[in-house]
Nanobody
Framework: EVQLQAFGGGLVQAGGSLRLSCAAS????????TGWFRQAPGKEREGVSC????????YYADSVKGRFTISSDNAKNTVYLQMNSLKPEDTAVYYC????????????????????WGQGTQVTVSS
């Protein structure tokens, strides 16, 4: 069974940092498009960052460029999202996602087509 487990969220003050982790079971990230999404109350789910596990290519939404870093540890079958200089507008539930059919650089733009979602982890940034 394919499962994604996301954890690492929490409450942090503006300017602080958090690292989210997404552990996969039942499959390996290699060959899957993988990334992170977030959804704030009353807003649509948006792609934050996606990664090509094979060559390390990355995509970042404009709103997080220069502050967030996506990475992977193939040995641990885990994808990370390092979030620095957090802002109150980063407050949302963060989801990791994976899909076998989508290209990695399409994943972040097509949440409606994502095949596998993690359970979500809440990130709250206080001002």
């Amino acid at each position: 069974e394919v499962q994604l487990q996301a954890f690492g969220g929490g409450l942090v003050q503006a300017g602080g940092s958090l690292r989210l982790s997404c552990a996969a079971s039942g499959f390996t990230f290699d060959g899957f498009a993988t990334g992170w999404f977030r959804q704030a109350p009353g807003k649509e789910r948006e792609g934050v960052s996606c990664i090509n596990i094979n060559d390390g290519s990355t995509y970042y939404a404009d709103s997080v460029k220069g502050r967030f870093t996506i990475s992977s540890d193939n040995a641990k079958n885990t994808v990370y999202l390092q979030m620095n200089s957090l802002k109150p507008e980063d407050t949302a539930v963060y989801y990791c996602a994976a899909d076998l059919g989508l290209m990695w650089d399409s994943l972040c733009h097509t949440p409606s087509l994502v095949g596998y979602w993690g359970q979500g982890t809440q990130v709250t940034v206080s001002s």
